[in-house]
């Protein structure tokens, strides 16, 4: 198969979300002493791991804006572990924008299969993730030089699963829906988003788990993509 153009997913597709938000929550939690709550750090986490999950499919489904997910998920987390005050969730939501995006932890193969596939391909990150904190993460975890651009879903006024944002990508890539594919892992916002625009999909799915999605292809590591491509 051959393609114009690639358009990567960057969370829990290349960039390791899971590693890097439990270091920086781990950071926030000796930083302000979150221990006074008498809440282990892996619980407090898990509170804010399932709180995060949460507001950010309701972001995805546009019913809460960026501000409401970013102040909102330390706001509720506080107040589950018994800490509830306004102040310092809004000081841990700004700590935690500067922080997260700074650690390095990728998907496994990341590198290496972006490095090969940029020598074939223009290649592009297509997320919902914030615009600034997306570039911050491919600074520090090196990969930025291998993607010509990065569309986030505040630049195309429309999130993954909309259509609007892939015809965006398409626009700034200069190819038609038929000449590129997504490489993603959600299979509720990349692959049907994909789908909707015209563009095959490839999803990133080392879980097996099970799925009504309809992807292109499906692999389980990202060295597949070396093989396919």
């Avoid at 291998?146 to 006024?157: I, K, P, T």
Wanted: aromatic content about 12%; proline content about 4%; overall charge neutral.
């Amino acid at each position: 198969m051959r393609y114009d153009c690639l358009f990567f997913d960057l969370d829990r597709t290349l960039w390791d979300v899971d590693r890097n938000q439990k270091k920086a929550l781990r950071v926030l939690y000796g930083r302000y002493g979150l221990d006074r709550s008498g809440i282990g750090f892996e619980r407090c986490f898990a509170v804010f791991e399932r709180i995060n999950a949460g507001l950010w499919d309701d972001y995805r489904d546009g019913k809460i804006s960026r501000e409401t997910l970013r102040d909102t998920r330390f706001e509720r987390m506080l107040d589950e572990i018994g800490l509830s005050d306004r102040a310092l969730a809004r000081t841990l939501a700004d700590d935690y924008l500067k922080l997260a995006p700074t650690f390095r932890g990728l998907i496994p193969y990341a590198r290496e299969v972006v490095r090969e596939l940029s020598g074939r391909y223009p290649m592009y990150i297509v997320t919902n993730g914030f615009a600034g904190v997306q570039q911050i993460k491919l600074r520090h975890s090196g990969l930025d030089g291998y993607f010509r651009g990065v569309v986030c879903s505040e630049d195309a006024g429309a999130n993954k699963p909309d259509p609007r944002i892939f015809e965006y990508a398409l626009d700034l890539a200069g190819v038609k829906a038929g000449a590129a594919v997504m490489i993603g892992d959600d299979p509720y916002s990349d692959i049907p988003g994909a789908e909707r625009a015209g563009i095959d999909s490839i999803w990133f799915d080392p879980s097996g788990m099970p799925c009504e999605c309809r992807p292109t292809y499906r692999i389980g590591s990202l060295r597949e993509l070396l093989a396919l491509l």
